[in-house]
């Protein structure tokens, strides 16, 4: 079993939908969450960093961490043409060697059509 | 601001030779890392270093080797590529606060 559970999609949805992304883990020892966006023949980039249950809001961004449930999401409202990217979910241990050593979910195709 | 720089962007390299995958980054980070990215995959940690000198394998290091000699410079040395090493290889750094910053990525094929 994988630690990290993320859907590939492809997800395709019209300009303006609310967006959810998904992903769920099994290691409780992760503490640490975070969404990157990556275009197409780029690198990911970090659009939201969580370390505690409840949600996080940023523009038209907001991720949701359920640490009972081992799940976390990440919604985009009123989406746009260029939200259109692979989303991965990714995730770390407390401290110590494992500080920063991210494990990433598969990626969620996402494109948005005007 | 530069931020994390790889070189190079693209190269194929025959069964058996060898390479080195450059990563320099100007933002004073300790911790800096390897990634590999397959079609479908996510990215998977090659190795890792926390500072100069001091480097650790990651999930996939087979086939692979590293070095940290300063804080700006993480090579990724492939010796003997195999067609299983086709990929595309990311090198990132992170901040204090657990922020990564990633480089644009180099496209090996191996043939």
């Known amino acids: 079993q994988k630690e990290v559970e993320q859907d590939p999609g492809p997800l395709s949805v019209p300009e303006g939908a609310i967006v959810s992304l998904n992903c769920t883990y099994s290691?409780?020892?992760?503490?640490?969450f975070m969404w990157y966006r990556q275009y197409s023949r780029k690198g990911p980039e970090l659009l939201m960093y969580?370390?505690?249950?409840g949600n996080k809001e940023d523009g038209r961004f907001t991720a949701q961490v359920d640490k009972s449930s081992k799940y976390i999401s990440l919604f985009i409202r009123d989406s746009q043409p260029s939200d259109s990217a692979t989303y991965l979910c990714?995730?770390?241990?407390?401290?110590?060697?494992?500080?920063?050593?991210?494990?990433f979910g598969q990626g969620t195709i996402l494109t948005v059509h005007p | 601001n530069a931020g994390v720089t790889q070189t190079p962007k693209f190269r194929i390299l025959k069964i058996g030779q060898s390479m080195t995958l450059q990563c320099t980054q100007d933002?004073?980070?300790?911790?800096m890392y390897w990634y590999r990215q397959d079609p479908g995959m996510g990215l998977k940690l090659i190795y890792y270093?926390?500072?100069?000198?001091?480097?650790d394998k990651g999930e996939v290091p087979n086939g692979y080797n590293v070095s940290r000699s300063t804080t700006e410079d993480f090579p990724l040395r492939l010796e003997l590529a195999a067609p299983s090493q086709t990929s595309v290889y990311f090198c990132?750094?992170?901040?204090?606060?657990?922020?990564?910053?990633f480089g644009q990525g180099t496209r090996l094929t191996v043939v």
């Open positions: 990714a995730m770390s241990r407390a401290g110590g060697t494992s500080y920063g050593k991210l494990t």
């Open positions: 290691n409780s020892a992760f503490q640490y």
């Open positions: 969580t370390y505690s249950s």
């Open positions: 933002m004073n980070h300790n911790y």
């Open positions: 270093s926390v500072g100069a000198g001091i480097t």
């Open positions: 990132a750094s992170h901040s204090q606060w657990g922020e990564a910053f």
